[in-house]
């Protein structure tokens, strides 16, 4: 069982180019979720899809796009990156809230560098 | 103020010691609690859920809810060097929200040989 994955695991970028974070859930999970990691920033919501077809915007959401491709993937697009958007991220999902508590299980990450 | 409260550490203990984790929060509407461990370069992964107030325990971890005073605490028995991480509350209302879950900014933890 997969779970949640994402790529590529690694990216350096350069200030200006554009790239997307691809992500897939075979749980069947309804709502997907982006996530950037900063250190002493904790989590930070980026985008989220609460449904397929749906998408919303969180709380860092400058610079970034989403796609809700199909119930099982959401991709993010960083359509000219900059040296800030340097950052872990990580994609997640949630089945319905009765059957997990509203857990949220979470890909192994993302590594970006803009240069 | 932020929602979540969590000291960053690290914390560090020797092998075998009881570690205690906590978080502060400030919005009553919390009912469902989260504690995620995530190890260096990984994601974070569940460790536990509890809902509401009380206690829960799997194996050598105790997750604790006190509503009243808006504290939880997680509890690792008999301290292993494998428990080297950081550790992420997080915690949601009834309705969950379509937005997920508001996460404290973990503590990281070192268990030492």
């Known amino acids: 069982n997969a779970g949640v994955t994402q790529t590529p695991k690694f990216q350096v970028l350069k200030t200006g180019q554009s790239m997307t974070l691809q992500c897939a859930q075979d749980m069947n999970h309804n709502s997907m979720y982006w996530y950037r990691q900063d250190p002493g920033m904790g989590l930070r919501l980026i985008y989220y899809?609460?449904?397929?077809?749906?998408?919303d915007k969180g709380e860092v959401p400058n610079g970034y796009n989403v796609s809700r491709l199909n119930k099982r993937e959401f991709s993010l697009r960083l359509e000219s990156a900059a040296p800030s958007q340097t950052s872990v991220y990580f994609c997640?999902?949630?089945?319905?809230?009765?059957?997990?508590?509203?857990?949220?299980?979470f890909g192994e990450g993302s590594w970006l560098t803009v240069v | 103020q932020k929602e979540v409260e969590q000291d960053p550490g690290p914390l560090s203990v020797p092998e075998g010691a009881i570690v205690s984790l906590n978080c502060t929060y400030s919005?009553?509407?919390?009912?469902?609690f989260m504690w995620y461990r995530q190890y260096s370069r990984k994601g974070p992964e569940l460790l536990m859920y509890t809902y509401s107030s009380g206690n829960k325990e799997d194996g050598r971890f105790t997750a604790q809810v006190d509503k009243s005073s808006k504290y939880i605490s997680l509890f690792i028995r008999d301290s292993q060097p494998s428990d080297s991480a950081t550790y992420l509350c997080a915690m949601s209302g009834w309705g969950g929200g379509a937005d997920g879950l508001t996460f404290g900014k973990g503590t990281h933890l070192i268990i030492q040989p």
């Open positions: 997640a999902s949630r089945p319905l809230q009765l059957l997990s508590g509203n857990t949220i299980y």
């Open positions: 919005n009553s509407a919390f009912q469902y």
């Open positions: 899809s609460a449904s397929e077809g749906t998408t």
